[in-house]
């Protein structure tokens, strides 16, 4: 940023583009297609093209958009990704959450670290690239329902794929008060439902009870949770340093004298490498399908057990030379590496040979919470980071 007044007039540009993101109520799992009209208009205004990749019903938009090299080189594209829904919201907040409210030195709204703060700058930047000699591409990459484990991105890195995006470099800006993410468990949720027989508790061999078969069924989550910890990776990054597997709930039955037909398990795994889910998988399914359905059965032919994925969040492995971690040391100075327990869209792009790098603005203590807010600074930490992309994105010629 050359001059104090462009510089005023970027930060100011974003904290206006953060409004009025956050004023589009884009909850997870809802329409968000004015937010991606919104968002393709600024691009294609300044000469990007872009694509769209839909869910089922086309309501929900991922988009891609493209500012071209104007003299292209050997350098990797950059793709600035970030995620346009946000979780919903409960009671209690101080402001109208969906009404971006500046106090002091903090903007307050849903959404604002998590992660529209970050899309907002990528925007008010956006100008600037489409200005300067770019001698590689820059991407603009938004995505939707990735707080419902990623739905959104896998949409579109499939197509990035066909159109062979794919050597590229990619910064996903979830908050981390822009420190160096290198890696992330997996995020594995399912929910496993049981039907049995109702009945009469005085005659238990008459029914199937759909509570007593989800109860040994967790209890072989329970004991795989073991195995899990014996195949810890010796010099695993994580804490715990194993795979984690953890029961969130089991609801059915009626009444004390009455046999549950039905029941339902919540439950999740965080793998540390993938092996471990397909391992998880494999033995439960064995269990399942070999084990506890032919003894309901024997009772009652019409008994079933179903493992619903509710999603399955890709693990984020670290790279020792990664390109992407490399380009944002040399812009930010930073040349630390940390890990995250929460996990993010990284694996899906990194699955396809896109090195990748989680780096945004704001804390995540402050995501998903009531009040949530962005300290503004971390808003012109993160136009500076931009700045130094361009910097390395520009031909010299
Ligand atoms: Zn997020």
Redesign the pocket.
Known sequence: MSTENTSDQLFNNSVKILTDLIAFKTISGEDNSSLINYCDEILKKLGATSFKTFDNEKRRVNLFATLKAKHPSNKKPIILS??TDVVPVSKGWNTDPFVATVKNDKLFGRGAC??KGFIACTLAFAPIYSKANLDRDIHFSYTFD??TACIGAPILIEELKKRGVNDAICIIG??TNMKIIDAHKGCYEYTTYFEGLAGHSSAPHKGVSAVEYASRYVNKLIELREKLKERSPKDSIFDPPHSTLSIGGIFGGIAHNVIADKCHVNWETRPVVKEDGVFLNTELDKYANEILLPDMKKVFPNSFITKKIIGEVTGFDRDKKSNACELVSNLTGDNTREVVS?G?EAGLFQEIGISTVVCGPGS?EQ?HKIDEFIVLDELKKCLNLLDGIKGQSISNK
Request: glycine share 8%.
């Open positions: 970030g995620h998590d992660m990735e707080e979830e908050p929460f993010t995540i995501a």
